[in-house]
């Protein structure tokens, strides 16, 4: 650290990236000091929330140590029984997971994606069938905007660490949708209809899909994916995310 400290002093700090660079071993989430780089620093990962059993038969959701017994169904899924077949989600959203998924989006992707990419794979279940892994599409509006989908870049590192075959494009977004955030669930139901539409239709009937996003929310924008997957006769469709949100009025975004 001081000879970091007095490198930058030394050259200035209008290099300080260029230092960060060639001494990189800082936690992504907190800036603190870390051993090696691609890792946490302890106490982020101790911060990390890690979606714990019993939960959900449909959704996975947790239950918490004294929640029902494994195979019960969560109240939101009783209410509405979900399109999807299960969520994969790496972690819960919390503090931490927020950051890294910040620290995602405003550069450093490329040591972050990998880990990220792991703890989201960590919890994907095995299958005998391939699958095919599809991002959730930005509008290309917005990824000209923001210069890259990051639900792409982490199904692209999913496929990396074997779990399965990515189709960056299966999904695309055939009109401009406004922010969700905000929207009730039928406006959101309603901006998001026939917004997103499988590219090939061939190439995903009677596959099992993995269906990638960084965040989960509302789930309004991945329920319209698992939609349009399953009218091209997808057979099954995962959704595999980094963060999930359990509690909608915690996210601002
Ligand atoms: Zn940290
Ligand atoms: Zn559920």
Redo the contacts with the bound molecule.
């Keep these: 650290m001081g000879r970091v400290t007095t490198l930058r002093r030394a050259i200035g700090e209008g290099v300080a990236p260029l230092v960060d660079l060639v001494y990189p071993p800082r936690c992504p989430a907190c800036g603190e000091g870390i051993g090696e780089q691609g890792g946490l620093c302890v106490d982020c990962w101790n911060d990390l929330a890690i979606p714990g059993d019993p939960s ?1 038969a ?2 996975q ?1 947790p239950f918490g140590e004294s929640g029902p017994d494994e195979g019960s ?2 109240a ?2 009783l209410g509405s029984p ?1 399109v999807h077949d299960g969520i994969a989600a790496g972690t819960l959203y919390t503090d931490t997971s927020r950051k890294l998924v910040l620290a995602l989006k405003h550069g450093r992707r490329i040591a972050l994606a990998p880990l990220l990419a792991r703890l989201i794979a960590a919890r994907i279940p095995q299958a005998e069938d391939e699958r095919l892994i599809i991002p959730v599409p930005l509008h290309r509006w917005r990824l000209w905007h923001r210069g890259f989908n990051q639900a792409a870049l982490l199904a692209g590192e999913l496929a990396k660490a074997g779990c399965g075959t990515l189709m960056v494009d299966g999904l695309r977004r055939t009109k401009r949708t406004p922010s969700l955030g905000g929207m009730g669930a039928k406006a959101r139901a309603r901006a998001l209809a026939g917004a997103i539409a499988v590219s090939w239709a061939d190439s995903v009937k009677g596959r099992h899909i993995l269906l990638v996003d960084d965040v989960l929310t509302s789930g309004a924008t991945s329920t319209a994916c698992v939609k349009a997957l399953k009218r091209a006769g997808a057979k099954t469709v995962v959704i595999a995310c980094f963060a999930r949100v359990l509690d909608e009025a915690r996210v601002h975004t």
Excluded: A, E, F, M
């Design positions: 959900c449909l959704c959701r169904i969560c939101p899924c979900p």
